[in-house]
């Protein structure tokens, strides 16, 4: 049995003998944990990563410490995966350099391993972090490194690069290895959460009608051996949003209609892997956000707002006259973020170039059906969905509620804590 040491969480002593009972009790139980960190920070914020576990009387306790904060630590990004069970959280921020490896079915046992480095190519390349199973077997995490080939000049107003894939396993102490460029089309991901401050890594898709959908690699496509539906516009443009084993989803800039005094839409195209058919969804909101959790998905609705949308020279100036301020702006100053007491979530939306209703979506792979959820509350989103059990935040709140066979039932609250105020990523754990 481990000891956790004590920790403090909003007034109260959580002490080693405490927890320790708690576990024991718990052991036949099933037990929601809870990630808490900021993701996609990219050089703002160096905030850590912390998983904790909630008891059956709503408390909150700390399981693991996944990554520091204080300056020159942070994370870059946080990776989940509920097929694999697995979370990975890349650490610190900027230029990552370890990952911890958090497993689904051993949450107290975190894992942390060097992402390794490779000193022919300049940089990481941002926001193209994957997990990824190439055709060796085994799952790895795979970021795309780049070398600047011919620098930019009068003469060449745009350098010229190369990109190289690159990958770390997780499940051995095997180095960083490069990986042969048609393996990209092996990425999986279940989505990203979708918030203020989630700038999610979609792999770029060229999308044509009734033709494979292809990613891109040094400017090159490759076909992922899945064709898009007739439905589908084209688009040099589009993002794979969802690659899992129950379902692919993407979507593209053609196919989001922007409303700069309500609620726009998007179409995000959905194959089943089971029915064998594509469905095309629209949702409301341009810049809505989809993450999966089996065979539902999960929408945050969100609506790009009006300067950001690029004019029709393809740019966009801030306009401070054409702001809207996301709903639930108490509740996010009061949210405030870890190690920084001066900040708190609500500078996250306010730098955002979107606005959040606080509504959410589900929809069912199995039924096509599709769900509502009206929070009232910008930051808000689904957590997990385990069978028709809806596990959702609002602030620093965590709600439960279930999915019935038209509606989300009420959910009830199983949470509060200033410490679980940016959760966005849970999982279950039967002891």
């Not at 996609?40 to 914020?45: A, H, Q, V, Y």
């Not at 391993?113 to 055709?135: H, M, N, Q, V, W």
């Not at 989300?408 to 959760?423: K, M, S």
């Amino acid at each position: 049995m481990s000891i956790i040491p004590t920790r403090v969480i909003s007034g109260l002593i959580v002490a080693q003998w405490m927890f320790a009972q708690t576990a024991i009790d718990s052991r036949s139980a099933t037990v929601l944990y809870l990630l808490n960190a900021v993701s996609g920070n990219g050089l703002i914020f160096d905030s850590p990563a912390t998983l904790y576990s909630v008891d059956t009387g709503g408390q909150v306790h700390l399981v693991d410490d996944v990554a520091d904060g204080g300056s020159g630590n942070g994370i870059d990004f946080a990776l989940a995966d509920y097929d694999r069970r697995i979370i990975v959280v890349a650490s610190p921020k900027t230029l990552p350099s370890r990952v911890s490896i958090i497993s689904m079915d051993q949450p107290a046992a975190v894992v942390v391993k060097a992402l390794g480095t490779a000193t022919k190519y300049d940089r990481f390349s941002p926001s193209t972090a994957c997990l990824i199973e190439p055709s060796v077997g085994g799952l790895f995490i795979a970021q795309v490194l780049i070398r600047t080939l011919v620098e930019a000049s009068p003469a060449h107003p745009i350098p010229e690069m190369e990109q190289q894939l690159v990958a770390t396993p997780l499940s051995s102490d095997g180095e960083l290895q490069t990986l042969p460029e048609n393996e990209k089309v092996r990425c999986r991901t279940s989505g990203y959460f979708g918030t203020a401050w989630d700038h999610p890594p979609y792999l770029p898709l060229a999308v044509r009608p009734n033709e494979d959908l292809s990613v891109y690699h040094n400017g090159r496509r490759l076909p992922v051996g899945l064709q898009a539906p007739p439905t589908a516009k084209q688009s040099l443009d589009g993002a794979l949003e969802v690659k899992t084993d129950a379902a692919t989803v993407f979507t593209s800039q053609e196919e989001r209609v922007f409303d700069p005094a309500g609620l726009g839409t998007s179409v995000h195209h959905i194959y089943s892997n089971s029915a064998k058919h594509w469905n095309s969804l629209k949702v409301p909101g341009s810049d809505s956000s989809v993450r999966a959790f089996g065979k539902w998905l999960a929408f945050v609705v969100a609506e790009r707002q009006a300067w950001a949308v690029p004019n029709a020279t393809g740019i966009a100036r801030y306009d401070p006259a054409s702001e809207r301020f996301s709903l639930g702006p108490a509740g996010r100053l009061l949210n405030k973020l870890p190690g920084h007491p001066e900040a708190s979530v609500n500078d996250f939306f306010g730098a955002s170039d979107k606005w959040f209703p606080g509504t959410l979506l589900c929809y069912s792979l199995e039924t096509g059906r599709l769900y509502k959820l009206e929070t009232g509350q910008g930051d808000s989103e689904i957590l997990l969905i385990d069978g028709s059990d809806i596990y959702y935040r609002v602030n620093t709140s965590v709600f439960k509620g279930k999915i019935g066979a038209y509606q989300i039932e009420p959910g009830a609250r199983i949470a509060e804590d200033p410490a679980i105020g940016n959760a966005h990523w849970a999982f279950l754990f039967s002891h």
